[in-house]
């Protein structure tokens, strides 16, 4: 009985311990902020503030709309290092497109949608020759991609001489700067939507099984008759599609494309993953997971911004949060 309790347990911690942890982080710091109203270092405990929320969701919007990409990537044991500058490139190539140089579309309806498809267009084939390579030669995905990312960063400092662009239309910062029903951001917006429709793909079809079983056994998938080659190519492609769209909304929102936006955001979509449980062998991991790493990271960075303490120990906290990540879940113990 004692056993079958503990492995009950076991299986409740394995399930909801990423859920557990993010109301004991959010119950820290809030504790921590009633602790700094009593002192009167806070006149209010802004934290648990509706505004607040919703800064942290759009905070963590295009980190999100990443890690979604980078969760069906990983879960297929492979990972996707170039997310970032292919975030950058479709930015500023689609930047280009929604100014008033040489490439104007003026106040046209187009200088919202070209940018848009342009951007898809150039994040879907750099994620379509990731998943090429690597499927069609069996290359480690973390060479082909580390490759990627220095193409694709090269690719934006030439693109432009290596300048920012600026003066977008007003149209296309919508897309960074707006509101649904005046109160929702549409960066929210659109990851809360691609989140639904990548949990739908996920876990409601076969594709998504597809993905699972590439990641748990790839030659026993293809024994089984399903194209592994084709699964690969979708994943990787889909990956660089929304790295494309966090690229607009960024862009959108700073008002500007930099050449050298993105730089790291590889790391901190592959940190929101691994926190949220998905194994780096491949075959394990759920984007509810992911979306609670998302929003641990988001949380923590938040509070620690309103409690005061260095960014620096913010980069040391969430070094740490990926190391416990990797050593509690058993999942990682148990492959290979």
């Known amino acids: 009985m004692l056993s079958l309790n503990k492995l009950d347990y076991k299986k409740t911690l394995n399930r909801y311990g990423i859920i557990f942890a993010f109301i004991a982080l959010c119950l820290a710091i809030t504790i921590a902020g009633e602790i700094s109203v009593y002192y009167g270092n806070w006149a209010d405990n802004y934290f648990l503030s509706r505004d607040n929320a919703l800064i942290i969701l759009r905070q963590v919007s295009i980190n999100g709309i990443l890690a979604i990409g980078m969760t069906f990537v990983i879960i297929t044991a492979g990972v996707d290092l170039s997310v970032g500058a292919v975030l950058a490139l479709a930015g500023i190539i689609s930047a280009r497109f929604a100014t008033s140089g040489s490439l104007a579309i003026g106040d046209t309806d187009m200088a919202l949608w070209l940018p848009v498809f342009i951007a898809i267009i150039v994040g879907a084939l750099a994620g379509f020759i990731n998943g090429a390579v690597i499927a069609k030669y069996n290359l480690q995905p973390f060479i082909v991609t580390m490759g990627m990312l220095s193409i694709a960063r090269g690719l934006t400092l030439l693109s432009t001489d290596g300048n920012p662009v600026s003066q977008l239309n007003p149209d296309f910062r919508w897309l960074g700067n707006g509101y649904l029903f005046d109160s929702i951001p549409i960066p929210v917006v659109v990851f809360i939507f691609i989140f ?99 929003l641990i990271i988001g949380v923590l960075n938040n509070g620690l911004d309103l409690l005061g303490v260095q960014s620096y120990y913010q980069q040391l906290i969430k070094g740490v949060l990926i190391v416990v990540a990797v050593m509690l879940d058993p999942s990682r113990k148990q492959r290979r």
Do not use: H
């Open 196 to 294: 639904v429709i990548a949990w739908i793909i996920l876990n409601k079809m076969p594709f998504g099984r597809y993905i699972y079983a590439v990641g748990g056994n790839e030659k026993s998938t293809r024994t089984s008759g399903i194209n592994v080659f084709q699964i690969k190519v979708l994943v990787y492609t889909f990956c660089g599609v929304l790295a494309a769209i966090a690229g607009l909304i960024l862009t959108a929102r700073t008002g500007s494309a930099q050449t050298n936006a993105g730089t790291a955001y590889e790391l901190d979509a592959i940190a929101a993953v691994v926190i949220g449980g998905t194994s780096m062998v491949g075959g394990v991991g759920t984007l509810m997971g992911t979306f609670f790493g998302i």
